[in-house]
């Protein structure tokens, strides 16, 4: 019978984190399994607590948002540790690019008896992330400035906070200058952002990058390039359905290797942190994470 160490974000998705777990956990101990519980103090300390726990062999469980499931996979990453991910934060992107189910009892199963089968990780270099991994995406631009914007309210959650900071952003943006670098080969852009995708969600579940798989060994680089105002607001609600593809100032490039550079000190998000501005290099790291899945 597995171990599990589940590690908690005691503020996720206003404060549901251990809520979440609650019901799972009375199910993982009914069926026989051991679950030890860590509640973190910081991203940082959570990715610590993580990595004590995979080297005993536990089953890491990263409880929480996209931040916290970043920070623990990211740990984990390379290391032939086990994650499983109890979605509680308001995002879930990875999670539901995994298709995870979000009931107690489906999860409990799947914790219990699913089979670990590998998942790639975004390896993350620049100024402030020295060797960093992640899950999901790195993005930089309007959709980084709007997720600091969503970190930062404290009278709106879940969707409503994303919508609400995309909304002050597009009011201040100003179109920037990017010069992305795929495997080598430079390209140059104007534009809203520029997103390195390894799950296909992000945002609250926009499709950003429908064809990014978590485990082909490939990042899809999503280019929304310069547009009427107008014009992004219907790109950014077809972000829900991935039409948004059918536009030409819409690019999907792929590649293992990328940098993205601006003209200014525009932020970069990665797993919905937004803590650092560009230049920033990320590395497909095919197959690094085991998760139950």
Known sequence: MRQFTAVVNPAAGGSSGTAALLPLARLLREAGARLDTQYSRSLQHAGDLARRAGEQGHVVLAVGGDGMAGRVGGALSGTGSVLGLVPAGRGNDFARALGLPADAPSLAALLLNGSPRPVDTIRVESAVH???????????????????????TRLLRGAASYYAGGLRAVTTWRPACYRVTVDGEVHERRGYTVVAANSGFYGFGRRIAPGARVDDGLLDVVVIRHAPRRLFFAVMNELKTGEHLERPEVEVLRGREIRIEADRALPYGADGEVDAALPVRVCVQPGALNVLR
Do not use: F, H, K, P
């Open 130 to 152: 020295a060797g960093v991994s992640v899950l999901g995406s790195v993005y930089a631009g309007i959709d980084a400035v709007a997720n600091r914007y969503a970190n930062e």
